[in-house]
Every structure is written in C-alpha cells, then in structure tokens.
T-cell receptor, first 112, second 112 residues
Framework: QQQVKQSPQSLIVQKGGISIINCAYENTAFDYFPWYQQFPGKGPALLIAIRPDVSEKKEGRFTISFNKSAKQFSLHIMDSQPGDSATYFCAASRAAGNKLTFGGGTRVLVKP | KAGVTQTPRYLIKTRGQQVTLSCSPISGHRSVSWYQQTPGQGLQFLFEYFSETQRNKGNFPGRFSGRQFSNSRSEMNVSTLELGDSALYLC???????????FGEGSRLTVL
C-alpha cells in the first residue's frame, strides 16, 4: 500500500521557471513531512521539512505548501537553476520519527 | 564534520550467498536507519536502531537483519540472497528521533 503518492514522475522546466511537485498522503497520523533531494550517485539530502501546524514554509528558493484537510503538500522551486536538476522525494513520518515513508520521486530537469 | 560512511560502496554476490554492509554514522548521532532503494519500489524503510536497540522495523523478510554497536556504528546483513535484493542500500543517521536524516552514499548490491 503506497501511503504517499507523488506526482509528476518527471518534469522539465526552463531556467528561471517554477518547478512544482505534489504529494498526497493517506495516514492521518503522519505529522512530519520532509523533502529530500538526490543527485545521481549520492544519497538523499534533506532539503526542507514542515509540520502540520503551519501551512507554508520557505527556505530560500524552496517553499513547502501544506493542506491538512486535503492531506496534500507540495514543493515549489522558484527561479529553477540547472544545478537543481535532481530527483526529489517527499516523505512522511509519525511522531516526527525516523521511519520515513517516501513518495515515488520526481526527476526534475532544468534546461539552461 | 565527516558525513555518514558506508562500506563497501559496490559489491556483487550470487544467489544464496549472504552479505554484510557497514555504516558509520555522523559523530554524535545515536540513531541509524537503513533504507532500500530500487527503481521499482523506490525508497523503503528496513529498520532503525537507537542506542543499540531496534526501534522500528519495516516490512522485509527475516533474511534482512541489522545491529548497532556501542559506538553507534551499524551493520545490516542479508542472508540467502535473491535476485530481487539487488538494490542501493542506504544508511542514514540522526541525532535522535527527529525525522531529520543524514544519508550516506549507499552500498550498491548486485545479485547475480
């Protein structure tokens, strides 16, 4: 049972554009929602995370939007750069624990 | 500060053999988690250890096991290897039960 669904599987965006990745979860016990960035040959790296008591969190060009009632959250990458080309994973956990349930990943390609 | 170190980085085994993978967490981190990454199933949680005790376990068969030592270093073992065990095995460490994981670069296992 896939508890976190991520879309799209891939997207191509022009340099300077906005990349938007969406995730939906089923388990209402989830209370911590991180996003990870993974480059080829590397392990995932924590990018930004949000808890359900806030609806939006911004760190630099990266913004998470969270909709608790819809059980959805999304990552927006503003002013996308070629260096942002990577695979992005959303995830969720209960009690902010270390057992993360990951979405399927989105491969982002930023064209110069 | 050194990151999470995993050894070996690459290994090839044949069906029926067993394998042991090693993980050295970031200094001071007491939690170590293991994840399996495959193109088909994505990132899946295997287990988590904290202060030498298994805190959580994913939905993997008993052939997958792990342990943590007093210095927080961890090992995972897969016995009676199957072709489907071919994957990137990622170790992640955390200061505590925070959900903020720091991943190593992984051990890529190929089973022939």
């Amino acid at each position: 049972q896939q508890q976190v669904k991520q879309s799209p599987q891939s997207l191509i965006v022009q340099k300077g554009g906005i990349s938007i990745i969406n995730c939906a979860y089923e388990n209402t016990a989830f209370d911590y929602f991180p996003w990870y960035q993974q480059f080829p040959g590397k392990g995932p790296a924590l990018l930004i995370a949000i808890r359900p008591d806030v609806s939006e969190k911004k760190e630099g060009r990266f913004t998470i939007s969270f909709n608790k009632s819809a059980k959805q959250f999304s990552l927006h990458i503003m002013d996308s750069q070629p260096g942002d080309s990577a695979t992005y994973f959303c995830a969720a956990s209960r009690a902010a624990g270390n057992k993360l349930t990951f979405g399927g990943g989105t491969r982002v390609l930023v064209k110069p | 500060k050194a990151g999470v170190t995993q050894t070996p980085r690459y290994l090839i085994k044949t069906r029926g053999q067993q394998v042991t993978l090693s993980c050295s967490p970031i200094s001071g981190h007491r939690s170590v988690s293991w994840y399996q990454q495959t193109p088909g199933q994505g990132l899946q949680f295997l287990f988590e250890y904290f202060s030498e005790t298994q805190r959580n376990k994913g939905n993997f068969p008993g052939r997958f096991s792990g342990r943590q030592f007093s210095n927080s270093r961890s090992e995972m073992n897969v016995s009676t290897l199957e072709l489907g065990d071919s994957a990137l095995y990622l170790c992640a460490s955390s200061l505590g039960v925070t959900g903020e994981l720091f991943f190593g670069e992984g051990s890529r296992l190929t089973v022939l």
